[in-house]
């Protein structure tokens, strides 16, 4: 029996390898090697560029390259979340915002169609507004009968509006080029001016009825802006379809002459452009797109296809959950055989 404070004779083992020449180190988990210049470690390094090595040697405790490397890599790693994650907030909040703005998904019930047969005939169009013309007393003959909806806005003289004065629009000819002269194939504007003409001529506004336009009806000279038809052809007669070398011009007559129907993106580029496409609707609006734009159109696909795929990955989910609860989950709680 042994003495008590003194140690039995109990089991143990000892140490199988005494000698330490014998012993393996542990395998490291990052392997001092160069990493070649892949895609991904370039993006890495150039993502990374405002932490230099040094930095992360003193300040981050990593003074292995491999340490530092596998640092640049997850913030790589987090920079594409972040990206991911602002492209899937651009196409769910601001994707509409782009490409179909307001003023052209509104709803256009009541719209006076261009050529309506089945519409009051004495309906003519100014300024994108539709005015009735029944009561009307012409202080000037016109040579030809409108057309239901028609725009006769380039038979009257329109002052420039405030948004063609602006500073962003110096240089741009389009912006307060007189339109009146005998060269816009009306011979100037026979109706003076559009104001008095409208007084003068019981010409009635018909309140809330902007003219509607197909798209089968823009013609060559007439493009859309945001949902917005805008007259131009007495412009390019006025200037003899002669482009200047400014930027708007530049856009107009590559929508007018190309037959580039929707326009939009063109005065979506910079800001001036942006207060061109306010000035030149101002100017020369014929009146409304009473048909989806392309941009509302591929708007309204995408949310259809994004409903699909989310509608799609729920619904799985759910039968999934449903077949488990009911035919797959008893199987793994049932007594096993004996």
Not at 89 to 102: A, G, K, R, S
Not at 281 to 308: H, S
Request: glycine residues 8%; charged residues 20%.
């Amino acid at each position: 029996m042994p003495i008590r404070g003194e140690r039995g004779g109990t089991l143990r083992r000892g140490a199988t390898l005494v000698r330490n020449e014998r012993r393996q180190a542990a395998t490291p988990m990052i392997k001092k090697e160069k990493r070649k210049l892949t895609p991904w470690v370039v993006y890495s390094k150039i993502i990374t560029f405002w932490a230099p090595g040094f930095l992360l040697a003193k300040l981050g405790k990593m003074p292995d390259p491999g340490m530092q490397q596998a640092w640049r890599e997850k913030i790589a790693l987090v920079s594409l979340i972040v990206l991911i994650c602002g492209a899937v907030v651009y196409l769910t909040i601001f994707l509409p915002v782009t490409f179909c703005p307001q003023s052209a998904a509104k709803y256009q019930s009541d719209i006076f169609e261009l050529g309506d047969k089945n519409g009051d005939s004495s309906v003519i169009g100014i300024k994108g507004k539709a005015y009735s013309t029944a009561e009307a007393k012409w202080q000037s003959k016109l040579s030809f009968t409108p057309i239901p909806g028609q725009d006769l806005t380039p038979y009257f003289d329109v002052p420039i509006p405030d948004s063609c004065k602006s500073s962003k629009l110096k240089g741009f000819r389009a912006a307060e080029y007189n339109v009146c002269g005998s060269k816009n194939g009306n011979e100037g504007c026979p109706l003076g001016n559009v104001d008095t003409a409208i007084k003068a001529n019981n010409f009635k506004l018909m309140k809330d009825r902007p003219i509607g336009y197909d798209w089968s009806d823009v013609k060559p000279g007439y493009f859309v802006i945001n949902g917005h038809v805008l007259n131009m052809t007495p412009y390019l007669l006025s200037v003899n379809k002669s482009p200047s070398t400014d930027m708007l011009d530049e856009a107009i007559f590559a929508a007018a002459n190309n037959s580039l129907v929707d326009a939009s993106l063109l005065f979506q580029r910079t800001s001036n452009m942006k207060a061109a496409a306010d000035c030149l609707i101002d100017r020369f609006l014929a009146g409304e797109l009473a048909k989806d734009t392309p941009g509302c159109f591929a708007v309204n696909l995408f949310n259809y296809a994004a409903l699909a795929v989310i509608g799609g990955i729920v619904l799985t989910r759910f039968f999934m959950a449903v077949v488990f609860q009911y035919f797959l989950s008893w199987q793994l709680v049932r007594r096993p055989p004996r």
